[in-house]
């Protein structure tokens, strides 16, 4: 691929806690190397 990732996930919580839930699923992928969290409030 090119560039500083190969996939980007969207994800709409209602509080900030369930983004550590989503991200530990994510990180017991295999193949997953590494995860970086980039949170947007509105």
């Known amino acids: ?6 996939a ?4 709409d919580v209602k ?4 983004i550590k839930e ?5 990180q017991k992928i295999r193949g997953v ?3 970086e969290t980039m949170v ?3």
């Open 1 to 6: 691929t090119s560039g500083q990732f190969d």
């Open 8 to 11: 980007v996930a969207v994800i």
């Open 15 to 18: 509080e900030l806690r369930e």
């Open 22 to 26: 989503v991200t530990n699923q994510i």
């Open 33 to 35: 190397e590494r995860t």
């Open 40 to 42: 947007e409030v509105q």
